[in-house]
């Protein structure tokens, strides 16, 4: 792997090398993982906002309601909140932001747990449910376009080098316990 950037950064390019080869740093693989991983999450975000802005689902909320659409069709008719911010590694805040966003579109029923009156329970509305069930197979056809210009073995590696770097931070930055989901097929 080369060390120079696949980018042009102008007359300023070698001044961060230069700065770390003082320090003893020869190696910048882990800066550029980085700026390509943020350059692709931030592209990923404005094309999808851009592309399904028509059901007023912002990329988080998405995958909210097709977790509790899944999680119903698993046989479990309501989710915790404290479950879905865990599934989403987010906070219990944020989850409580985008619950409320879509309660008050009609996509999900709020209501207290008759067993432990201090929790939700969660679920899809009938709304949620249909707008799951009728833009899903579009979404994903959408997705699944975005990596068009990729061979069906160069999806397959990428994937498994994804997942390899996911396992490598969580492991390097002590993310273990944090991140429990980590069971990958």
């Known amino acids: 792997m080369t060390n120079a950037p696949s980018y042009p950064l102008g007359p300023h390019q070698h001044v961060l090398p230069d ?47 097709l977790h ?17 911010s865990k599934t989403q590694q987010v906070s219990k805040n944020t989850i409580s932001t985008h619950l409320r966003s879509l309660e008050e579109q009609g996509l999900i029923e709020r209501e207290l747990d008759p067993e432990d009156r201090r929790q939700f329970r969660i679920r899809l509305s009938e709304s ?12 994903v056809r959408f997705l699944n376009s975005l990596t068009a210009d990729l061979s069906k073995q160069e999806i397959e590696q990428l994937t498994a ?3 390899r ?4 931070l969580v492991r390097q930055g002590g993310l273990e316990d944090r991140c429990r989901m980590m069971h990958d097929p």
Do not use: C, K
């Open 128 to 139: 949620g449910r249909a707008l799951v069930q009728s833009a899903t197979p579009s979404r």
């Open 19 to 65: 700065f770390l080869a003082e320090h003893g740093i020869s190696e910048l693989h882990g800066v550029e993982v980085m700026r390509l991983i943020h350059l692709l999450a931030n592209s990923y975000e404005t094309v999808t906002s851009e592309r399904v802005s028509n059901d007023n689902l912002s990329g988080p909320r998405w995958p909210l309601i």
């Open 68 to 84: 509790l659409w899944t999680a119903e069709r698993m046989g479990m008719p309501w989710v915790g909140p404290t479950q879905l």
């Open 165 to 168: 770097l996911l396992r490598s």
């Open 161 to 163: 080098l994804l997942r």
